[in-house]
């Protein structure tokens, strides 16, 4: 009963480096989200898929990129990190219509990332 | 454009006192979404509530309830019986069903609640 699951939980980073943050998720949904989370600031949506191969930017997108290749698993990447990029990252998934659960929105646990 | 406000940034109650989160929303669409989630000190976001458009009902799950106006644009969560394990940051979300749209899933800012012994 996984849901949602994100790798790494922590990570500590140098300004500059790059990381790539994992979502994979076992409900097969259509769609996947990348948030960031800041004190005061609420979620906040950086980039978002609504199928494999398909991307799109969110609220937040500068200084991230996203790939979806396949339909379970959404990649978050930091090409050179910034100390701003400092953040509590939520992946999230939700398959659309007016099921049960469609349109909720699965979030994972979070990744507490820190660039120094 | 969508918009989700939780006016009450932070609340403290003491335990056993009954507690209302308000959350009023702007949107232009007649089919949405509302939802109410849960992060507790530990972090996850944990879902409680999905509410569509056309459902007005009150829903009442064990000591939580939730309200839905659409006269007043209100969807507001109450807590009876408070205990500390409440205490969390609760988020009202509004979404859409339009998928064209960046403002697809709004969320409000949040209120954070304290539940004292």
């Known amino acids: 009963n996984a849901g949602v699951t994100q790798t790494p939980k922590f990570r500590v980073l140098k300004t500059g480096q790059s990381m790539t943050l994992l979502c994979a998720q076992d409900m097969n949904h259509e769609y996947m989200y990348w948030y960031r989370q800041d004190p005061g600031m609420g979620l906040r949506l950086i980039h978002y898929s609504v199928g494999e191969g398909t991307t799109a930017k969110g609220e937040v997108p500068d200084g991230y990129n996203v790939s979806r290749l396949k339909k379970q698993n959404f990649l978050l990447g930091l090409e050179s990190a910034a100390p701003s990029q400092t953040s509590v990252y939520f992946c999230?998934?939700?398959?659309?219509?007016?099921?049960?659960?469609?349109?909720?929105?699965?979030f994972g646990e979070g990744s507490w990332l820190t660039v120094v | 454009a969508q918009k989700v406000t939780q006016a009450q940034t932070e609340i403290s109650v003491v335990e056993k006192e009954d507690v209302t989160l308000d959350c009023v929303y702007e949107?232009?669409?007649?089919?949405?979404?509302l939802f109410w989630y849960k992060q507790p000190p530990s972090g996850e976001l944990v879902f409680l509530i999905r509410r569509n458009s056309f459902d007005e009902q009150n829903e009442i799950s064990g000591r939580y309830s939730w309200n839905f106006q659409k006269s007043t644009s209100s969807f507001n969560f109450t807590i009876t019986a408070s205990q500390v394990v409440d205490s969390a940051v609760y988020f009202c979300a509004l979404s859409t069903l339009l998928w064209d749209r960046d403002d697809k899933i709004i969320f409000g800012k949040g209120t954070r609640l304290h539940i004292l012994p």
């Open positions: 999230a998934s939700s398959s659309p219509g007016t099921g049960v659960s469609g349109n909720t929105i699965y």
């Open positions: 949107t232009r669409d007649t089919t949405y979404y």
